[in-house]
Nanobody
Framework: QVQLVESGGGLVQAGGSLRLSCAAS????????MGWFRQAPGKEREFVAG????????DYADSVKGRFTISRDNAKNTVTLQMNNLKPEDTAVYYCAIKRPPAPLVGVYDYWGQGTQVTVSS
């Protein structure tokens, strides 16, 4: 079973930046799509960003477009979410996820990490 471990969460003031990373145990990582999701207290988990297996295609939730950037390093089995101009409404637990193509980048994923907390103060 694939194991995903997120890191990089923390507390930041509004307008600040954080960089989340996710390390995958899967040796065929480069053949999988990767995604980031988040879940705020009392809300459902929502899609944040996704990147195709090659890195050639990305997708973002409207709420983070222009502020967040997803990228991957297939040589290191990692995916990164760079978050800039953070807002209090970005506060949530952020999860890394993985799935096989050719499924779309949004939608259901196969495996999930344990999550990392991001808190943005106003």
């Amino acid at each position: 079973q694939v194991q995903l471990v997120e890191s990089g969460g923390g507390l930041v003031q509004a307008g600040g930046s954080l960089r989340l990373s996710c390390a995958a145990s899967e040796r065929t990582f480069s053949t999988y799509h990767m995604g980031w999701f988040r879940q705020a207290p009392g809300k459902e988990r929502e899609f944040v960003a996704g990147i195709s297996w090659s890195g050639g295609r990305t997708d973002y939730a409207d709420s983070v477009k222009g502020r967040f950037t997803i990228s991957r390093d297939n040589a290191k089995n990692t995916v990164t979410l760079q978050m800039n101009n953070l807002k209090p409404e970005d506060t949530a637990v952020y999860y890394c996820a993985i799935k096989r193509p050719p499924a779309p980048l949004v939608g259901v994923y196969d495996y999930w990490g344990q999550g990392t907390q991001v808190t943005v103060s106003s």
